[in-house]
């Protein structure tokens, strides 16, 4: 049975109940989302109801009334047994958020249900109710029953098990088996197996983002396209998967995702079974955190050997981002990005921050409105209040809808997230596993870290979080070529427009030094030539003004005394917030052989480097004074000639005591400038970082060492929020205003319409 709906204007009309009803378009979700119950798990119309209300209903949350929901059977329906599944529906452009989910799941535990839905179409999110109590995280599985299915309690006790742990394993090894498929069928590498596998999954999202409905990218499907295309296809035509290829990489051409000559390199029995192992997931539906971990995790093994310095340990790029703690409106880089672990981290962890604020607001609304007045309202009161509810959760749902160009959510995305690596195959790689995750891929980018390009250049960034290659060197015959160029000019008009004069300065880093040495463009490249020397300078002068950087680096640049002037430049620039020891055994599981320590700083604000630099002339000044008595005779015995002059052996002994006094010298000004320029370096080391040789996990003295230190930072003011907190405002004409406050007190900021006119 197939069920259809007909749009008349701007009604619905579906059959349900035995009759028709007439729906508005803010219900057409829930009429496509029966559709889809009815076509593709077969349940009949007489199993199911909406707007069904259910009992239990508490002060504080309104009135419980469920959209849908499904029984087994007729029967039940008719002698009102407990339903099966219970399904909440939102506006197609509302994006679904975990916490919109609890006054739905309440539906269904209390009507006792054991399956409750959440969908937009979109995306669908399917929980377990959990009987007799409701949980503080709900616990997400992969599908609900078809018509079939439901009858069987065994069948549904199987369905109810596939937790999302569960699905992000099999995800996992699924990827993993298709892997095995390309190296055993087409006998390429491992990295260039995964190249493959990355572009089948491109083409599946393609094709799943623009089919509405559940269709999913299946082997029956793409042979049905292909029999279609084979039909009218020339016979210059490509193969019906190349130019599927084809036009995903059109779709995703913004992105230099893959280059313009790049085709598919495996046979098309091997596209096909790739794609049959893939069909159970729809890739536009499957959460962000299921796709995200499982392809994290497919990466680890597939890198594991040859390219596993480009993947920081999960553990420490927890504990860097939550000592860094970044903040929404920071503007975040990691110019060394490997596949992306920092960025995704950072891009998840101000995310997070967001949705718990747009959470918080809800709490207030419905404070505000589900009193002890709402109780005594009539019915009619009770659902206008409802309906003003509804109304400003949808307008709060604007700050977390990506495809809003003004949301919290979109800025995040868009403007704040940025990174590079050298190695081509990894910034691809890095944009993906971002898109896995939840986007943030777009400031990602295939280039030489240590060189400026689009949105990463001088001054520009907030917080830098960073693992750059250790013990390589760049040679000195090293030049800035023609090729290092950038050339789009379509997008360098784009970039000026966005950046302003900051970014036409920025191209000059490049454009003014052609046939110059790369070492030529950092101080430090006289010190040494060491990559991760460089490093530590490029990301300071990325770094704006008091902002704040994560970076894992040897040991030995610590304790190192050859590389004494390099840690007396930085302390020049930029103020040490916190040395972190961790043991190699973190690092070995990723093939890495050094000792790594964990260093953060704070680059001087612009007022604190007046104050060094004052500070610095002053001491130099001090010193100098006190040793020109020594140093005067000394220089005007050197400075005769003639029968006056010294002889060669006196001229030796001058020479000696003149650098011994320069070194008491140099030692000194030192000295009195860390005396003048005094502030608390914390030191820690840990024994346990989570990780063991073979990557096993362990116990993790990290986690309660970011806490300790999040604590100091905190009482110590090493640095400030952009803003506290952001209230909102609806005026009358519909607008909703967001309104930042910062300071103490809480000072309100320029109001920010992000939904209206």
Not at 131 to 143: A, C, F, M
Not at 309 to 320: I, K, L
Not at 357 to 368: A, P, T, V
Not at 657 to 667: A, D, M
Request: hydrophobic share 35%; proline share 3%; glycine share 6%.
């Amino acid at each position: 049975m197939k069920i259809e709906i007909q749009q008349k204007g701007n009604q619905i009309f579906a059959p349900l109940k035995d009759k028709w009803l007439v729906q508005t378009p803010e219900e057409l979700v829930r009429q496509e989302y029966i559709k889809r119950l009815v076509n593709d798990y077969e349940f009949p119309l007489d199993q199911m109801a909406q707007e069904v209300q259910v009992n239990n209903s508490q002060r504080g949350q309104g009135r419980a009334s469920a959209d849908i929901v499904i029984w087994k059977s007729k029967k039940d329906r008719q002698e009102s047994v407990s339903p099966i599944i219970v399904i909440e529906c939102k506006a197609e452009h509302i994006t679904v958020r975990e916490e919109d989910y609890f006054q739905g799941y309440n539906y269904a535990s209390w009507a006792g249900a054991d399956f409750f839905v959440t969908t937009n179409l979109k995306e669908t999110r399917i929980f377990k109710v959990v009987k007799g109590k409701i949980p503080k995280r709900l616990e997400e599985i992969i599908d609900i029953p078809d018509a079939k299915s439901i009858q069987s309690d065994k069948k549904i006790d199987e369905i109810l098990k596939q937790t999302k742990a569960f699905t992000r394993d099999e995800f996992s090894k699924l990827l993993f088996n298709c892997h095995n498929i390309i190296r055993n069928n087409d006998k390429l590498s491992p990295e260039a197996a995964f190249d493959e596998i990355s572009k089948i999954l491109f083409i599946k999202i393609r094709y799943e983002r623009t089919n509405s409905g559940s269709q999913i990218f299946s082997r029956k499907q793409f042979l049905s396209d292909k029999e279609a295309y084979d039909r009218h296809k020339s016979k210059d035509s490509r193969p019906f998967y190349q130019q599927l290829f084809e036009s995903t990489k059109e779709d995703f051409k913004n992105d230099d995702l893959f280059a313009e000559n790049e085709t598919i390199r495996i046979r098309e029995n091997s596209f096909e079974a790739i794609v049959e192992k893939l069909e159970k997931y729809n890739l536009s539906t499957t959460s962000d955190d299921v796709k995200g971990i499982a392809f994290e995790q497919f990466l680890g093994r597939t890198f594991r050997g040859e390219l596993g310095q480009f993947f920081t340990p999960r553990t420490v790029v927890d504990f860097m981002v939550d000592v860094l703690d970044p903040q929404e409106g920071e503007v975040i880089c990691d110019p060394c990005c490997g596949s992306g672990g920092f960025l995704i981290k950072a891009f998840e962890y101000v995310r997070a921050k967001i949705e718990d604020e747009i959470q918080e607001q809800k709490e207030k609304i419905k404070e505000k409105y589900f009193n002890q007045d709402f109780e005594k309202l009539t019915e009619k009161k009770k659902e206008e209040v409802e309906e003003k509810v509804n109304e400003l959760f949808n307008y709060l749902n604007q700050e977390l809808d990506i495809n809003n160009e003004k949301s919290r959510l979109r800025v995040l995305s868009y403007d704040c997230i940025f990174g590079t690596d050298a190695n081509p195959r990894m910034s691809r790689t890095a944009k993906m596993n971002m898109i896995m995750h939840g986007d943030g891929h777009g400031g990602v980018h295939h280039n030489d870290g240590l060189l400026n390009v689009n949105g990463i250049f001088e001054n520009r960034f907030d917080v830098i979080l960073t693992n750059p290659p250790f013990g390589s060197r760049i040679e000195k015959s090293l030049k800035i070529t023609e090729s290092d160029k950038y050339t789009n000019e379509s997008r360098i008009k784009e970039y000026k427009k966005r950046y302003g004069k900051a970014y036409e300065d920025a191209l000059k880093q490049i454009n003014d030094n052609i046939g110059e040495s790369l070492l030529g463009l950092y101080k430090t490249g006289k010190m040494s030539s060491l990559t991760e020397v460089l490093f530590i300078e490029r990301c300071i002068n990325l770094l704006k003004p008091g902002g704040r950087m994560g970076i894992v680096l040897p040991e030995g640049v610590l304790n190192n005394s050859n590389l004494q002037r390099i840690r007396e430049f930085v302390e020049s620039k930029a103020k040490i917030v916190l040395i972190t020891s961790i043991p190699q055994d973190v690092f070995i599981a990723s093939g890495a052989t050094v000792k790594p320590s964990l260093l953060f700083f704070k680059k001087f604000t612009e007022e604190e480097a007046k104050n060094w630099k004052s500070i610095s002339a002053k001491v130099k000044r001090e010193i100098e004074t006190k040793y020109a008595p020594e140093i005067k005779p000394i220089k005007e015995k050197l400075s005769l000639r003639g029968k006056g002059a010294p002889s060669t052996d006196e001229k030796k002994k001058l020479r000696a005591s003149l650098k011994e006094i320069q070194n008491k010298i140099s030692i000194e000004i030192k000295a009195g400038i860390k005396s003048e320029f005094d502030y608390t370096i914390p030191i820690a080391e840990v024994e346990k970082a989570g990780i063991s040789t073979t990557g096993s996990k362990i116990d993790n003295e990290l986690e309660p060492l970011a806490k300790e230190f999040t604590k100091y930072r905190k009482e110590n003011h090493l640095w400030n929020k952009k803003f506290d907190y952001i209230d909102y405002e609806v005026d009358d004409n519909h607008n909703f205003y967001r309104i930042p406050f910062a300071g103490n007190p809480a000072i309100a900021q320029e109001p920010e319409v992000f939904y209206g006119k």
